[in-house]
């Protein structure tokens, strides 16, 4: 099992609708989790932290997370073309993050 | 302030040359991590840096790699006798420190090895 797994897509969404991304790790002990943005070409950008169970809101974006199911979501509102991107879920491990493979997300006008 | 910086933005090389990537963290932040992304698939850890010391040099694909940080700021990845294998985008982040795990990545460096 890796240890943090995502979907990797293509998610395809319409303009307007709510893009759900999923995540799961197998670390029970992890305390931090993070999502980045990744446009094709480009470097990874941090979106979104969450460290407690619940979610936390920015913007259009929620980040969800439920260690107890060891499952931690990132809920894109009223997306936007400009939304489409890879997104990649992290985990802390010991000493650095855990990178997920990503999911592709391509949002549809 | 500044991002994180790293040079080249893009190098080609030939089979068996060695190339030194460059990464130039953000002020005051004391970790330091590289890491490789191939085409089209996930990140790759290969080493950790807090101050000049690094903990974790898990990640080196072989011991044709190897870095180094002086000064607790600038850092440099050596691959020697470089493999086409070895063409990848190499990815620098820095954070606060040890204790904070957000990460933020410099623009990369696109290797190509022909």
């Known amino acids: 099992q890796k240890e943090v797994e995502q979907n990797s897509g293509p998610l395809s969404v319409p303009e307007g609708a709510i893009a759900s991304l999923n995540c799961t790790y197998s670390?029970?002990?992890?305390?931090?989790f993070f999502w980045y943005r990744q446009y094709s070409g480009k470097s990874p950008e941090l979106i979104m932290s969450?460290?407690?169970?619940g979610d936390k809101e920015d913007g259009r974006f929620t980040a969800q997370l439920n260690k107890a199911s060891q499952y931690v979501s990132l809920l894109i509102r009223d997306s936007q073309p400009s939304d489409s991107a890879t997104y990649l879920c992290?985990?802390?491990?010991?000493?650095?993050?855990?990178f997920g493979q990503g999911t592709r997300l391509t949002i549809n006008p | 302030g500044a991002g994180v910086s790293q040079s080249p933005s893009n190098k080609v090389t030939e089979k068996g040359k060695d190339v030194e990537l460059r990464c130039d963290p953000i002020?005051?932040?004391?970790?330091l991590y590289w890491y490789r992304q191939s085409l089209g698939q996930g990140l790759e850890f290969l080493i950790y840096?807090?101050?000049?010391?690094?903990?974790?040099k898990s990640g080196l694909p072989s011991d044709r790699f190897s870095a180094e940080r002086t000064g607790g700021s600038v850092s440099t990845l050596t691959i020697q006798r470089t493999q086409q294998e070895d063409s990848a985008v190499y990815l620098c982040?820095?954070?606060?420190?040890?204790?904070?795990?957000?990460?933020?990545f410099g623009p990369g460096t696109r290797l190509t090895v022909t």
């Open positions: 982040a820095s954070t606060r420190g040890a204790a904070s795990y957000e990460q933020y």
């Open positions: 670390d029970r002990g992890s305390q931090s």
């Open positions: 992290a985990v802390r491990g010991a000493q650095k993050l855990v």
């Open positions: 002020s005051g932040h004391t970790a």
């Open positions: 969450i460290y407690s169970n």
């Open positions: 840096f807090q101050g000049n010391s690094a903990p974790d």
